[in-house]
């Protein structure tokens, strides 16, 4: 992991969730949150080549994502862990750690159950939902807190119909959004099993 990324997580800071795009009432049928974002092979964009997105939020403001298949290493993590006066053996549950897109990538995220942490939840459903508030990291150190959660550095955000162009270009499929796969560790190969599950032809 390249130094700049380094000093990027030890200087993290929790973005305030009115920085997002607001809420608003799903039509539906139009928009997938809850579902899983898909790069297909011929993405145009590489920040985004072989990628599986948990679309926390889509909505008529944009859409709102967390990269799931690009984990932060172990002693990186720990390190994370450490500025922030944690000690990852007191982390209670299963943590992982991982770069969720490249937008405001200095800004941090939790998912978890979704019975937790109600306060300043920016989405939720399908039994998890996502927040941004710095209390929250405290209690992953006590038998409070989640027993499973990730913690995303950045998110990859869309304008108003932005992501619906992309979709019409094909550049992504949507698959079906499942609690084990937002939570499985093994990331190396989610972006194949999820474009076998894909529900939107290429």
């Known amino acids: ?3 700049k990324l380094l000093v990027g997580l030890f200087t993290l800071l929790f973005l305030l969730p009115g920085a997002l795009p607001s809420r608003s009432e799903n039509a539906v049928g139009k928009y997938q949150q809850g579902q899983l974002l ?3 092979p011929k993405m145009p964009d590489p920040r985004f080549a072989r990628t599986v997105i948990f679309l926390c939020r889509h909505d008529s403001t944009g859409a709102f994502g967390l990269i799931l298949n690009r984990p932060v290493d172990p002693e990186p993590a720990q390190k994370l862990l450490n500025s922030f006066g944690i000690n990852p053996a007191e982390v209670k549950g299963d943590l992982q750690i991982r770069i ?3 937008v405001q990538w200095r800004s941090a995220f939790l998912l ?3 019975n937790f942490g109600r306060d300043n939840q920016l989405c939720k459903g399908h ?3 996502v927040t941004s508030n710095k209390q929250i990291l405290d209690s992953l150190t ?3 807190g989640p027993q499973r959660s990730v913690l995303f550095l950045g998110y990859a955000g869309w304008g108003p119909n932005q992501l619906e162009g992309e979709l019409a270009r094909k550049d992504w499929s949507i698959a079906p959004g499942d609690r084990e796969i937002l939570f499985d560790r093994n990331s190396s190969s989610l972006w194949e099993r999820s474009l076998e ?3 939107l032809d290429l």
Do not use: C, F
Request: charged residues 20%; glycine residues 14%.
């Open 1 to 3: 992991m390249n130094k």
């Open 38 to 40: 898909v790069a297909n």
């Open 100 to 102: 969720g897109g490249p």
């Open 112 to 114: 978890h159950s979704e």
């Open 127 to 129: 039994g998890v939902a």
């Open 142 to 144: 006590n038998d409070a």
């Open 197 to 199: 599950n894909r529900l």
